[in-house]
Structure formats: C-alpha cells, structure tokens
C-alpha cells in the first residue's frame, strides 16, 4: 500500500514536470488566440528557444543569460509572425506552419555549424542549469505520512521555471479578466471594430499580444533543454507546441481550465511513462501509445461538440482592415 | 503611380519574387554559418541534376511533393486548409500493407498491385474525409483537426507496426517484405529493357501515376461542374446554397479527393520503393505539400514545377551531406520553411512595390507612345 501510494505520489510528480513546457505554452496561446492570432507557431518558438537557451548555456555557462536569450530569440520569432499576420495580413496558419518549418531546420543548421555534435548541443553541467530546489525540511518532513511524502516529492524539489509556468497561469487570469489591458485584448479578439472606434490601435494591441506569447514559449524552450533536460536534442519538442494548443482549446481559451487541461495531458504523458513495459492481464503489453494519443483525440472529440463545445474567440483568424 | 497588376505578373513574376527572397535569406544565412552560398548552390544543382542517376533522384522526389501538392491544392480550391496530407499518406500506405500483405500469397503481383492502388487513395480519403465531415456537420476547425489526426495517424502506425503487423522475427517496426513482383516497376528497369541504359534510382511508374493524377485535377478543378462548384464553394457559400448545392456534401467530397491525393503519395514510397511497410515513410513530404502549393498557386501545372525545384533541392541538399562539414540535409527543411513563409504568409508583402514599379513602366509605355503619334501626326 505504501509503496502503491508512492508510485501515486511520484506520477503526480512527473505530471508537474511534464506539464511544465505545456502550461507555458497553453498561456502563450492564450494570449495570442484571444487577440485575434492563431498561433501554430508555439511548437517552433519553443523549438528555436530551447536551442538558444541550450547553446547559450553551453558557451557561457549561466543559465539565467540562457533563459533571456532564449526569450529574446522566441519573440523576435513572434515579431516575424506579426509583421505577416498583422502587418501584412497574411495567412495565419501559413506563417506559423512557416515559422514551425523554419524552426526545425534553422536549430540543426545552426547547432551542427556551432557544436559539430549532429544538431545536439553538448550535454550540460549542473551549474549551467536551472537545479531543482529543495525545500526547507523536506527531509525531515518526508517521515510524516501523506503530507510528508506529498510535501517531499510533489511540492518539493522542482527548479524555479516550474514556479514560473504556475504563476503564469495566475498572471494570465490576472492580466486578462481584471485589467483594462486584458479587456481590450480580448475585445480585439472578439469585435476589432469596436476596439478601434474607441482610438485603441488593433495592430499595437495584436503586437502586444503575440510578444507576449514569444516570451512565454521562450520560457517554455528554455525549461525543456536546460531545466529538465541538459542540453538540446534535434526535434526535442515532440510534438508539445500542439498538445499545448489542444489544451488551450479545451480550456476553452481559459487560464485556470486551460491549466487543468494541461495537468490531464501531462498526467496521461506521465503514466504512459509508467505503464511502458508493463503487461495487462488478456491484453499483453501495455499500448501506452494509444495513451499518449488520447490529447489529440479527446481535442477532436471536444472541438466536435461531442463533449461540450468550444467556442474560439469571434475574431480569429481574420486580419483587420481599417476602414478608411 | 501604383497600377494594379496584369494577370501575368501575378502568376509569373510574383512567384518568382517571393522564391528568390527565399533563396537570398537562405544564402546569408549559409553566408553567416561561414560557408560560400554560390558553393553550396553548386553542389545542390550538381547533386540534383548532373550526377550519374541524380535526375531519378530528384524525379522521385518530385513524386512526392507532385502527390502531396495537388492535395493541398484541391482543399485549397473550396478554401479549405488541408495540413493533414502527412497523416493522409501514411494512412494510404497503411491500406498498402493491408491489401497487399493479406493477398500477395494468394493473387498474381499484377492484380494485387491493381488493388493496391485504389485502396491507396481509398483509406488516405477516409483519412481525410472525417476531418471534412467534422468541419461540414460539426463545425470543427479543419487546421486543427488535420493537425491532430496527423498525431493521431502516426500514433496508429506505431502501434500496428510495432505490433500486430510487425514481421515476425525482428526488432524494428516494419512489416515483412512483400511477396516478389509485388512492386511498381522502377523507371531504370524499364529503360533498360528498351535498350536505353539508364542509372539506378528509386524512379518508378507512380511518377507516371502522379503526372495523370495532376492533369486529372486540372481537368477536375476546371473543366467540370464539380469543380465549378468547388471553386464556388471557395468563394462564396451562399452562392452555392443559392444555386442548390448543399456545401457541407461539397466540403466531404473535396476532402475525400485531397486526402485520397496524399494517399496515393504513399504508392512511390511504400510500393514503388521499400516493397514494405516502415515507420515514418512519409517524412514530412506531406507538410512540403503546403509549400508546393502555394508555390504552384494550387494550379496543377504550378504544382508540377514547384514539385520539380522541391525534388531537386531535396536530392540537392542530400548531396550537401557529402560535400560539407557544417551545412546539411536540414538546410533544405530551412529554405522549405523560408518559401512558406515567403510565398505564402508574406505574399502580398512585394505586391504594393511591384504595384507601384509596374505603374511607373506603365506609364513610361504610354507616354512614349503618345511621343511617338505626336511625331506621327
């Protein structure tokens, strides 16, 4: 029983750190997609920033440089995505498959004329990294039942940028639903019109925005090669950028359901992990492949309307045009 | 002045542009990395063209990309934005492995083949029809629902070739090897046996199928009333409603032809080459369909040549690996997202300088003429 209940306690933990990346981007989304901008482009960002933070780490050995300059590339990234999409009103999608493509190529290009290493940048040391930080009496603490452990192993332990995505989910539902800033940003999303008859500028709120969402999918890169990881790895974002924006959608374009969304997806990644290798009785082997595709299914099924519905915001997708 | 621009200039000129800006941020970047851009174009054009069997390479590629573009093309046509060709293809060679791996002991090669490649296109359709019908009768967004049944569809391959449809006997998931015979002949053995040497490539006959299947889409898209309703749909909904048509049957239908286009790529790869079926055959070839037919401007013979510059530049940018230590295969997966980014996303952004370009010409022409008919008259 006691070891059953460790095992519970040690998925709830990997749940958190596979959550991580995808919380961060969840909000990035966010951000973006209430303003109007579809964003596809969360999975390239962080892509490109988990490889700045990791080269960045490697040749200069502070992680806190890392962490800037991963931020720094992610945005610029999303400038580019804006100068398409609102600027020159091009295609959404388009321009974040482009930026997704891009980003692809453009890390292994770089990373083998930088590291001759195949795209991988060199493994990292502890103290180029974010550690984990362990709190004040978990040690002692671990020896109390049920709190203890949780305390231990789930609240304890986790380095800073864990931190970071949860008060994200706080800032977000902070910034969006309590200040005249979120107000208007999400007004561009719904109704530019009515934004723009008030002298508020469409385009300077849409840029905001998707600035926005370049630092928290520069956060999100970051986390991946330097804070869970120790280095990057070709391709090492998997696929999360588009789990993350499933997420999105199945919080219904809101932090706090957004964020729970995210904590079902990484528990679902977390207890695959678990469960590989593992035989069921009358099945065999566990098919924890048909487990890790349960996001993009259930996402299909909600978008359906087969299980509630989910409405984007009114105005996405569509460029604004000032009427002159 | 600014002129708006003649038909010709946008379909021929525009397109152009928009690549070479590609091309110039591509070479600075090789520039940057600390290699020659004009070398590196060399080697690619040497490696896609020159060398002995390259120009097979290159034309197997361009298989690929002609499949998967024409895809992309005909949802493009009823403004519909098909990303899912990779879970398409994949799910098309899956039906391969079906039909072929249940039949081949009992059926001739030759029939089997003959199933093989409508039940191609027939699953990569079901593939894309369901996305079709989430959009049309549950007004789910097709961009993510493509997206998320291209996880969904690998996520299935995995699990079939690393399970029930693994071959038995070995450690990587891929099926066993088709039965012998049970393959498109590749275009070398042709040739030779015509008395024309030719050097090996992985060229077969779905080169030829592509080639039908892009002057059948021409002939769909424009020369049909079904094709007339498509491109109606595309532009205005209510025009078809008002002309009788119900739009969601129409969405299905262009869906089904895509998502049967992609699938039929899977003929090249699956029986025209690995004679088996293997993870990940799709590599991508489905997302380069995006860039193929916004370079081709979803018209078939666009689609052609922008399958023919991918087909190169991929079998180019293999030839990179050889030739240099720092710039890769990967280059070319760059120049790709440039392209996008270029041709598609950023359009429009050189239509107002050309615009204003083309009006200055313009102008010029005209005052010359009235010049010259003042000294006439």
Redesign the interface.
């Known amino acids: 029983m006691a070891e059953l209940w460790l095992q519970f306690v040690l998925t709830i933990d990997a749940t958190l750190r596979v959550a991580t990346p995808l919380i961060l981007c969840a909000m990035a989304g966010i951000f973006s997609e209430r303003s109007g901008i ?1 964003d ?1 482009s969360l999975e390239g960002k962080m892509l490109l920033s988990a490889f700045t933070a990791a080269s960045v780490a490697a040749l200069y050995g502070s992680p806190f440089l890392a962490l800037g300059c991963a931020v720094i590339v992610s945005m610029l990234f999303s400038l ?1 995505h804006g ?3 609102i600027t ?8 974040g ?10 890390t ?3 990373g ?2 930088i590291f ?1 290493q195949g ?1 991988q940048t060199p493994f990292l040391m502890s103290e180029q990294r974010f550690s984990a930080i362990t709190l004040p009496f978990a040690e002692t603490a671990r020896h109390i039942p049920v709190f203890g452990t949780i305390y231990a192993e789930v609240i304890s332990g986790h380095n800073l940028l864990v931190w970071i995505a949860l008060l994200s989910v706080v800032i977000t539902g902070y910034v969006l639903f309590r200040t005249t800033f979120g107000l208007r940003l999400r007004a561009v999303g719904e109704k530019p019109e009515a934004v723009d008859t008030a002298g508020i500028s469409v385009t300077l709120m849409r840029y905001q925005a998707v600035l926005i969402a370049g630092f928290l999918c520069g956060i999100a890169g970051a986390y991946l090669s330097i804070a869970h990881g120790a280095g990057f790895v070709r391709e090492m974002t998997a ?1 999360k950028g ?1 789990i993350a ?2 997420a999105m ?1 199945f919080g219904h374009w809101r932090p706090v359901p957004a964020l729970l969304a995210c904590l079902m997806f990484g528990f679902l990644e977390a207890i695959a992990a678990r469960l590989q290798g593992v035989e069921v009785p009358f099945l065999g082997p566990m ?1 924890t ?2 487990i ?2 349960l996001p ?2 259930l ?2 099924i909600l ?4 299980i509630g519905r989910a409405v ?1 915001p009114r105005s996405i997708g569509q460029p604004y045009i000032k009427e002159r | 002045m600014r002129k708006p621009l003649p038909a010709w200039v946008d379909i021929s000129i525009m397109p152009l542009i928009n690549i070479a800006a590609a091309f110039v941020v591509a070479g600075i970047i090789i520039a940057l990395i600390g290699e020659n851009p004009f070398t590196a174009l060399a080697v690619m054009i040497k490696g896609a063209f020159v060398y002995k069997g390259a120009l097979g390479y290159t034309l197997y590629y361009t298989t690929n990309f002609i499949f998967t573009g024409l895809a992309v093309a005909v949802a493009f046509h009823a403004m519909l934005f098909n990303i899912g060709g990779e879970g398409q293809a994949m799910i098309g060679g899956l039906g391969i492995g079906f039909i072929v791996l249940s039949l081949d002991p009992i059926l001739p090669p030759l029939l089997v083949i003959l199933l093989a490649i409508p039940v191609a296109a027939i699953f990569g359709a079901i593939w894309g029809v369901i996305p079709g019908w989430l959009q049309a009768r549950r007004g789910s967004h097709i961009v993510i629902t493509t997206i998320m049944f291209n996880f969904i569809a690998s996520s299935i391959m995995v699990w079939l070739l690393a399970g029930m449809l693994m071959a038995p006997g070995q450690m990587s998931p891929e099926t066993r090897h088709f039965a012998d015979g049970v393959s498109l002949m590749q275009i070398h053995h042709i040739g030779n046996a015509l008395g024309w040497p030719m050097a090996r490539s992985p060229l077969n006959l779905s080169f030829v199928i592509a080639l039908i299947a892009a002057v059948a889409v021409w002939v769909l898209i424009w020369r049909t009333r079904l094709g007339y309703i498509i491109r109606a749909t595309g532009h205005s909904e209510k025009a078809v409603i008002y002309a009788g048509h119900d739009p969601a049957r129409i969405i299905m239908i262009v869906m089904a032809i895509s998502g049967g286009l992609a699938g039929l790529m899977a003929l090249n790869e699956i029986l025209g080459v690995q004679e088996r079926v293997i993870l990940n055959f799709t590599s991508g070839y489905g997302f380069t369909g995006i860039a193929v037919a916004l370079m081709g401007r979803n018209h078939p013979f666009g689609i052609v040549l922008a399958s023919l510059l991918f087909g190169a530049l991929y079998q180019g940018g293999a030839e990179l690996d050889f030739e240099f230590q720092t710039i890769t295969r990967e280059m070319v997966l760059m120049i790709q997202g440039l392209i996008i980014l270029f041709s598609g996303a950023l359009a429009l952004m050189f239509v107002p300088a050309a615009e204003r370009i083309y009006g200055k010409l313009a102008s010029a022409d005209r005052s010359s003429d009235t010049r010259k008919g003042e000294q006439n008259g």
């Open positions: 579809i596809i580019l100068f398409a999409c020159h009103r091009g295609n959404q999608v388009i321009s498959l482009a930026i997704n493509i891009l980003a692809s190529g453009l292994v290009t770089v083998i004329a001759a795209g696929g588009y924006l499933a959608i098919p492949d048909l890790l595709v993009y299914v996402t299909v978008l359906a309307g087969f984007p």
